[in-house]
């Protein structure tokens, strides 16, 4: 018999029982234990549920280089203070700028005194103080310059890390002028270092307290934006608004017809007959600021202080010149391309006369395109005026000389000055049928049919006439 079975076998025998017995039926219960309720069983404890588990947002990977971003420039930032410690020493080496003491703090200048006589190519610096203020309002199409003392105007054009502009531009140059009796004195605040702009926007506001307005180059778009936003992140009170002259705009209405542009340098090229040599490419500029704040020489630096005073004497030069010829009303010699621009700055102004003037001598300066445009608006101030013959000679001339697209205008002027101011229907409707396509399908038609039905019921009176 093999171990299992022998194992069940022993399993059966209870105490005192032999092996191979069978076992015995277990006692029957009597009946009232068989009534009996079972034992009621405790209930299970309660099981504890685990939390349940947010599923892991994965991190932005924007902010995390944002994160990362900022914590080095932290770091660089600390390492630099730690470097440079609590002095603002200028720079060793030949930058011509000088340390002065404010009750600001320290700053770095450069400066230089202009005497009366000087040019800047074929134009005298101390013009800038003839021009008169009315005047000037109409060039620049700003009535509030109107009453602006002019001696007292401050000259302001930047340098920066950038031309984005924003937080992140920094302007490390600010060149200042203005007039001691007809000298020029030229004044440039120097950043020696990044965090360092507190004295130096204090010293701009103190300078602009006294000033009467601010004469600038792009100056409403760029400069001034930028200097209010750093005036602000410096926590420095920003300087009062001053009246603001930007010679970007005047420049842009009285040179467009010499489509070369109205950058500083062309202007000063063409309008002032200035050429400079060795000037510092603007866009280098900024990488050359960095390479000084990087240990390297100051003298690389020289030609970003002299590129920076010349934008300041074009200014003034640009401002004495505009002046000038705009009071001359066209004087002869004068490029009829700038007389034209005058006539319309004139003419937008609301300065009838003067826009007359010069848009006669820009007239018989040019037998060609700008010529017919002189004409042009030569006819439309004749007819202002109600001199309707000398605005129809005038359109007749333009046209001898007209481009292609300047003849079908001319047409339609014609037509408007005969039928209404001349009544000359004919002639009024032969104009109308050469005028497209200076004005639109539609009207034109329409205003063919009307000289037609005109001429028709004229054509009709006649005929009663003369037949009576």
Request: include cysteine; hydrophobic fraction near 40%; aromatic fraction near 6%.
């Amino acid at each position: 018999m093999d171990l299992k079975r022998k194992l069940s076998r022993l399993g059966g025998i209870g105490p005192g029982g032999k092996p191979g017995a069978k076992p015995s039926p277990a006692p029957e219960a009597p009946a009232a234990e068989a009534a009996a309720p079972p034992p009621v069983e405790a209930p299970p404890a309660p099981v504890e549920m685990p939390a349940p588990v947010e599923p892991r947002k994965e991190p932005d990977p924007r902010v995390e280089a944002l994160k990362r971003m900022l914590g080095d420039w932290s770091e660089r930032q600390g390492a630099a203070v730690a470097r440079r410690g609590p002095t603002a020493a200028p720079r060793p080496g030949p930058l011509p700028v000088e340390l002065r003491t404010t009750p600001h703090g320290v700053i770095h200048v450069s400066e230089r005194l202009l005497p009366a006589e000087h040019h800047h190519g074929s134009a005298p610096l101390a013009e800038a103080l003839d021009v008169e203020s009315p005047l000037v309002a109409s060039l620049a199409l700003q009535p509030g310059l109107a009453g602006v003392d002019f001696q007292r105007m401050l000259f302001l054009d930047t340098e920066t890390t950038g031309l984005a502009g924003g937080t992140g531009t920094v302007p490390f140059l600010v060149g200042l002028a203005w007039f001691e009796g007809r000298s020029l004195r030229v004044h440039q605040l120097f950043l020696n270092r990044l965090g360092e702009e507190a004295p130096m926007l204090r010293a701009l506001a103190e300078r602009m307290a006294g000033s009467s307005c601010m004469v600038t180059f792009n100056g409403k778009s760029f400069d001034w934006p930028l200097l209010r936003t750093r005036f602000v992140l410096n926590r420095v009170k920003p300087p009062a608004e001053l009246p603001h002259l930007d010679l970007l705009h005047c420049a842009r209405r009285v040179f467009k017809y010499r489509g070369s542009g109205t950058r500083l340098v062309h202007l000063e090229e063409q309008v002032l007959d200035y050429h400079r040599v060795g000037d510092v490419d603007g866009a280098l500029i900024p990488d050359l600021y960095f390479r000084f704040l990087r240990g390297a020489d100051g003298s690389a630096l020289t030609p970003v202080l002299e590129h920076n005073a010349n934008d300041l004497l074009l200014l003034a030069a640009l401002l004495g010149v505009l002046g000038r010829r705009f009071r001359a009303s066209g004087a002869e010699g004068e490029d009829p391309r700038d007389l034209l621009g005058f006539a319309g700055v004139a003419l937008r102004a609301r300065d009838y006369e003067r826009a007359h003037a010069f848009a006669r001598a820009a007239a018989a300066g040019d037998t060609g395109a700008v010529g017919a445009e002189a004409l042009a608006m030569a006819s439309r101030l004749s007819r202002r005026v109600g001199d309707d013959r000398t605005a129809v000679a005038n359109l007749q001339r333009a046209l001898a000389s007209a481009r292609a697209d300047q003849v079908a205008p001319l047409h339609l002027s014609l037509t408007k000055l005969y039928e209404h101011g001349l009544k000359d229907l004919p002639r009024a409707l032969h104009h109308a049928r050469l005028a497209a396509p200076a004005e639109s399908s539609d009207a034109l038609r329409r205003r063919i049919e009307r000289l037609e039905r005109k001429l028709s019921r004229v054509s009709r009176e006649y005929a009663l006439d003369f037949s009576k």
